[in-house]
Structures are given as C-alpha cells and as structure tokens.
C-alpha cells in the first residue's frame, strides 16, 4: 500500500500542469479512507473496543482565497463491530456517521504539488446500535479534527489526493442507567482518491 501511494504520487509531481486554486472554487473528491481506531475507552470492566476497516468518503472543498479553503467531509453510515475482552470477544454492533468540517489553508508555490493543513469540529450520531440487553451508548458525538493532505494535479482540473485526519470520536457506555465510562474511538483516517474542480 505504502509502495503504491509513493508512486502514484511520485508520478503526479512529475505532471507538467499546474492546477491553480481561486476563490470560489469547489473542488469535489472521492476517496477510500481505512478507518484505525484508538479504542482509548476508560471502561476497564468491559475494554470496548471498534473494529478498524475500509470506507468510502466524498469531500466538497469550497476556496474563499486561493489559500484559503472549507471542507465538509461526507461518507455514509458505516457498521462497525463492537468488542469486549471481558466477555470474550464480539459483543455487538453498531452504526455511526460521522460528518466532519474543516478549515484548510493550501499552501501556493510548489507546482503541481498542493499541500495543506485543517482543522474543525466532527459531529458523529450513532445508530442501530445492538448491544447486550441493559446496554447503551450515548447517541451523539462532538469532537475536534485535524486533517493533512496533499493534491497532486494530473490536469487542470483533476487531481490524486492524499489525505490524513485524527478525529475525536467518543460516546458513554452506561449499564441499568449507571455510567460505566467513556468509549473513545480516536479514530485516525487515512485516505486517498481523486478530486476534480469545477
């Protein structure tokens, strides 16, 4: 894997094009991104954990300035497996969508090769959740999100994008109305794809 993105990005640095970014400016990308949890939960009766896993993510990137940028990070809701080495192994599953918005600042002056810096807030909502009968978590999810990536322009108008973000992701695990602690999925997301500006 790590091989391949070297080339693919090595091939676009060599593009002979340039893909100037200006305000008001949508670029619009889709990526598949592996989902690496943290699985930092301070539940030590249980250990919760989530499996890790591939995804599939679209972005729209809105330019104010040239350096200046907004992204809204999209995907569906995905299902993940929930684990407990307590109770030996597979307890469940569970459904999230996690919507992220970030603020970008692109950086000029390096050809075709485009990178950039983000930060934001992340707003997850859990769903279909199947737990063990008097379990449940918190539905909703607030947490902030930092982002890194880089374009590699291939025309004026597409480009291969590699994309890493760490998002706080964490809900309560409560049994019978009492609190057990927090589940803090953490998770690291790194992606790439390709994107094309309209």
């Known amino acids: 894997m790590i091989k391949k993105l070297c080339i693919a990005a090595a091939v676009a640095a060599l593009a002979p094009v340039a893909m100037a970014q200006s305000a008001g400016d949508l670029v619009v990308r889709a990526r598949a991104v592996h ?20 995804i599939p993510e679209v972005d729209f990137t809105y330019f104010v300035t ?6 809204l990070i999209l ?10 080495s307590a109770h030996g192994g597979q ?8 919507p992220t918005l970030t603020a970008q600042y692109h950086f000029t002056g390096f050809g075709p090769v485009k990178p950039y810096l983000g930060a934001g807030v992340n707003y997850t909502r859990f769903s279909s959740v199947n737990l063990p009968a008097g379990f449940s978590i918190e539905k909703n999810s607030f947490g902030l999100a930092l982002q890194a990536g880089v374009d590699f322009a291939l025309t004026k108008t597409v480009s291969f994008n590699i994309d890493v973000k760490k998002v706080q992701i964490r809900t309560d695990l409560s049994a019978g109305g009492t609190n057990l602690g927090t589940i803090k999925v953490d998770p690291t997301l790194i992606g790439m794809g390709f994107g094309y500006k309209f």
């Open 35 to 54: 989902l690496e949890a943290a699985n930092n939960d301070s539940i030590a009766i249980t250990d919760v954990t989530i499996n890790n896993k591939w």
């Open 66 to 71: 040239p350096n200046f940028a907004a992204e």
């Open 75 to 84: 995907t569906v809701p995905q299902k993940q497996k929930v684990y407990s």
């Open 91 to 98: 307890i469940g599953t569970l459904k999230h969508l996690p």
